[in-house]
């Protein structure tokens, strides 16, 4: 499996971006897919998750600005971002696993990883 992330770059605070994870080598629908973030000396963190049903799943700080969704016929998981403020600055990382569950944020439930993209809020 490969996941590899677009679309992030710099936004003016209340701005929006739509980042894009590409997959390849399997059907991401089968799996739980999510979106995680991450500054330098900080722990990566969860922001969505949405699992093969569709349910969906937000970390407290990012709901009502941030939705995830998927496109199964072109396998691409994309995570939607309004109202951005500064401290949504990180790089952001899509993540494949078998489940989420109700501990979807915890990182070892999930096998792959992409390599990031870059979002900056000023």
């Known amino acids: 499996v490969q996941l590899v992330e677009s679309g992030g770059g710099s936004v003016q605070v209340g701005g929006s971006l739509r980042l894009s994870c590409v997959a390849s080598g399997d059907t991401i629908s089968r799996y739980c897919m999510g979106w995680f973030r991450q500054i330098p000396d900080k722990e990566r963190e969860g922001v969505a998750g949405?699992?093969?049903?569709?349910?969906?799943s937000y970390a407290d700080s990012v709901k009502g600005r941030l939705t995830i969704s998927q496109d199964s016929a072109k396998n691409i998981l994309y995570l939607q971002l309004h109202s951005l403020k500064p401290e949504d600055t990180a790089v952001y990382y899509c993540?494949?696993?078998?489940?989420?569950?109700?501990?979807?944020?915890?990182?070892?439930?999930?096998?792959?990883w992409g390599q990031g993209t870059q979002v900056t809020v000023s």
């Open positions: 949405i699992e093969s049903d569709g349910s969906t």
């Open positions: 993540a494949q696993g078998p489940a989420c569950g109700s501990r979807w944020y915890r990182l070892g439930n999930w096998d792959y």
